[in-house]
Each structure stands twice: as C-alpha cells, then as structure tokens.
C-alpha cells in the first residue's frame, strides 16, 4: 500500500457490513453431529 493510504474502513461501510448475531441460546453450529456437540461443550466448559 501507498504511504498515505487508509487501511481502515469508513464506519458507514463497516456498519452495511455488520450482522446481527443470534440470541444466546441460539447460536448453534448446525452440522455437528450429537458425538462432536459433547465433546464441544466439553472443551468449552473445561
């Protein structure tokens, strides 16, 4: 990049950008078998 040029994006681009995440119980990852889901929540909770 050229020495003046801003590497950052402006805030309107960022915010068409931006999505919404689900509610907490929500978010799930869908293609998880129920064996790979345990021992998810396994790590996550160790």
Known sequence: PEHD???ELP???LLQRATV???YGEQVIDDLTPE???AF???ALS
Do not use: Q
Request: aromatic share 0%; charged share 40%; proline share 13%.
């Open 5 to 7: 040029e801003n590497l």
């Open 11 to 13: 805030v309107e681009e």
């Open 21 to 23: 995440h689900p509610p």
């Open 36 to 38: 790979e889901a345990d």
């Open 41 to 43: 929540l396994d790590a």
